[in-house]
């Protein structure tokens, strides 16, 4: 039996998931490129291994018939995008996840963005680094009318960091019972509603065909000049050139995007200095990685022992 691991995080954040499968007796090899794998790399590195601990690596129809042995993905997150799930389904591979771990670190992030932004911590910093010591004006949270879209456990957990700063929340979630009007103080509201009145709107939804750029020019065109946009949860939500767009003829606007359509991101959003971006790091804190790749090692050893 051999178990490899592809998330190429494992183990650096703390020993607890490789001391779990030492203990266990559980071989397993890890990712050999220390980043995330192409296709033609996942199938090479997962070529021959029974199950795999898994990251954000594509296991698309492509991958996943060109591995015969593979029975198990313990995927170490929450979003499964990046599986083929109806292919797997079909040749007989489970597939996990750990559905909860991350929630505090990806609501801690957005709350961390968007306090970045509205402050312009970024530019101010670059300011001092280059010596000029010049002042860029900032907004404050307090008061602000936030509109969340998306209320799960990452949306509430945002909406109750957020409670000291204001009590103007909002959110949209189109699979709450329709009878939840209000839910963790705030308010339920349509989706053009949350675009037209909110100051800062956060994403908290995963990606489906559904959500496909659901932020686009069209209701770009409904949200306020001086809109934040914040989004911790999935690329492809939003339409990236439609966003750049809308921030290069609205300065007074921000966004904090930590995901992107495609990652690495090389798009044109770079050139703006109204966006401050980061390289998909919801999950990355010491004390989350470890327990994700924990609950990553300890479905799959269930899994392994059920087979």
């Known amino acids: 039996m051999l178990v490899q691991v592809t998330t190429s995080t494992f183990g650096k954040a703390g020993s607890k998931p490789v001391d779990y499968l030492n203990s266990k007796g559980i071989p397993f090899k890890t990712n050999p490129y220390g ?12 070529s021959g291994a029974d199950a795999v601990i898994a990251g954000t690596e594509p296991l698309t129809e492509n991958v996943l018939k060109q591995l015969p042995d593979l029975k198990i993905i313990s995927r170490c997150g929450t979003g499964m995008n990046n599986v083929d799930l109806d292919v797997a389904k079909e040749l007989g591979i489970k597939v996990f996840n750990t559905p909860t771990v991350h929630v505090d670190a990806v609501a801690e992030l957005a709350l961390a963005g ?19 010591w010049k002042k860029s004006m900032g907004r404050s949270l307090y008061d602000k009318n936030v509109g ?34 209000v839910l963790n103080d705030a308010k339920r509201v349509t989706l053009d ?7 800062i709107i956060s994403l908290h939804v995963p990606y489906t065909k559904e ?15 001086n809109v934040t946009i914040v989004n911790t949860s999935r690329g492809g939500l939003i339409n990236e050139e439609d966003l750049y767009m809308f921030l290069q003829d609205n ?23 109204n966006v401050i ?16 790749e924990l609950e990553a090692a300890m479905n799959l050893v269930n899994a392994l022992e059920n087979e």
């Open 114 to 132: 968007t306090l970045a932004t509205l402050r312009s911590f970024v530019k101010n910093d670059q300011t001092v680094r280059s010596g000029e």
């Open 277 to 292: 971006l980061s390289p998909h790091v919801g999950t990355s804190t010491k004390e989350t990685r470890e327990e994700m």
């Open 251 to 273: 300065t007074e606007a921000g966004a904090y995007l930590d995901v992107f359509e495609n990652e690495p991101y090389d798009g044109r959003l770079k050139e703006l200095d």
């Open 35 to 46: 980043r995330k794998l192409t296709e033609d790399e996942a199938i090479e590195v997962i």
């Open 148 to 181: 969340m879209v998306g209320f799960g456990k990452v949306g509430r957990r945002f909406c109750e960091l957020l409670n000291p700063f204001t009590s103007n929340l909002f959110f949209f979630d189109p699979f709450l019972d329709e009878r939840t009007s």
């Open 211 to 225: 959500n496909h750029h659901m932020i686009n020019a069209e209701n770009l065109s409904l949200v306020k000049k």
């Open 193 to 199: 509603q949350l675009f037209e009145n909110s100051d």
